[in-house]
């Protein structure tokens, strides 16, 4: 096995710019890290395509502004490869869904311009809906058997989860408390607001980095026009610390590529010597 790309999605930014974005199931790759994807445009879908990048495939996007949208007839269609183990593997023709519409790409920017001004970094986590089973799975009972199982997280896929996307989301947190029985229990639920991609789906990990909480998609609600995707709301519950999706890795953040990026710094006073001036960190100017 050589891998395989799902999700393949076109999500328009600007009228000079798009996202063509996919989600790389690397099960059966010796070096997932050094599989690439070669992504090719053409203004027709059936031929003249030119090869305009390679990224890494667990990137999972790429950004594209180099198309000119301003003409609502103006169509970009693209093919992936899959570059895993010495093996190709062709994937498309996509194209962005809906209409090219200038009001709609209107409110995505309006909508990314809020997000970089108000929004705070998240890893997103799409869940593996195919691929290999884990050995957790019983085939019988249609269900991960093990409920804390450290290999699949409880998806009954191995990795349990697509790499992570770094980008910029609004969370408004609630405690909800629920009676069970003589007790309280605390139930944290969130309210998500996120751009056009990655596109969410109930069941993904959100982890907020600054706060290092985790919460588990429940519902997403799509804002479309002219069934051009415009942004996404979404609802979550936090996780509890002992739940698996805990355990699910880390990357090194500041070597992601994020989707979006904040247009400020957070200036977190964090140091301060002898009543000189706080002292910032390096940490403290990434601006992601």
């Not at 992504?39 to 027709?44: I, L, M, T, Y």
């Not at 007790?183 to 959100?206: A, F, K, W």
């Not at 509890?240 to 006073?269: A, C, F, G, M």
Request: proline share 5%.
């Amino acid at each position: 096995m050589a891998g395989k790309l799902d999700g393949i999605v076109v999500a328009k930014q600007t009228n000079k710019a798009q996202i063509v974005g996919w989600r790389f199931i690397p099960f059966g790759v010796a070096e997932p890290a050094a599989a690439k994807v070669k992504v090719w445009r053409s203004a027709s879908p059936d031929s003249g395509f030119e090869q305009i990048a390679t990224v890494p495939a667990l990137k999972g996007w790429f950004f594209d502004e180099d198309v000119d949208l301003l003409n609502r007839w103006s169509v970009y269609y693209y093919k992936l490869d899959l570059v895993s183990d010495g093996i190709t593997q062709g994937y498309g023709v996509v194209r962005l869904e809906g209409v090219n519409d200038s009001i709609a790409a209107g409110l995505v920017k309006h909508r990314n311009t809020y997000l970089r001004l108000a929004g705070i970094p998240v890893l997103v986590y799409p869940y593996l809906a195919a691929g290999q089973r884990c050995s957790c799975w019983d085939a019988v009972l249609r269900k991960s058997t093990v409920s804390d199982c450290g290999t699949c997280y409880g998806t009954g896929f191995l990795s349990g989860y697509y790499s992570p996307i770094l980008t910029l989301a609004q969370v408004g947190v609630e405690a909800k408390q629920n009676q069970v029985g003589e007790r309280i229990e605390q139930e944290t639920i969130v309210e998500l607001m996120m751009s056009n991609y990655p596109v969410l789906r109930p069941g993904d990990v959100v982890y907020e980095i600054d706060a290092g909480r985790r919460y588990k998609v429940q519902a997403v609600t799509p804002s479309e026009k002219s069934r051009m995707l415009i942004g996404q709301d979404a609802l979550g519950y936090g996780l509890q610390s002992t739940d698996v999706e805990h355990n699910i890795p880390i990357p090194e953040i500041d070597k992601l590529d994020p989707v979006l990026i904040r247009k400020y710094s957070p200036q977190r006073l964090v140091s301060s010597t002898d009543g000189e001036a706080f002292n910032y960190s390096s940490f403290d100017q990434t601006r992601y």
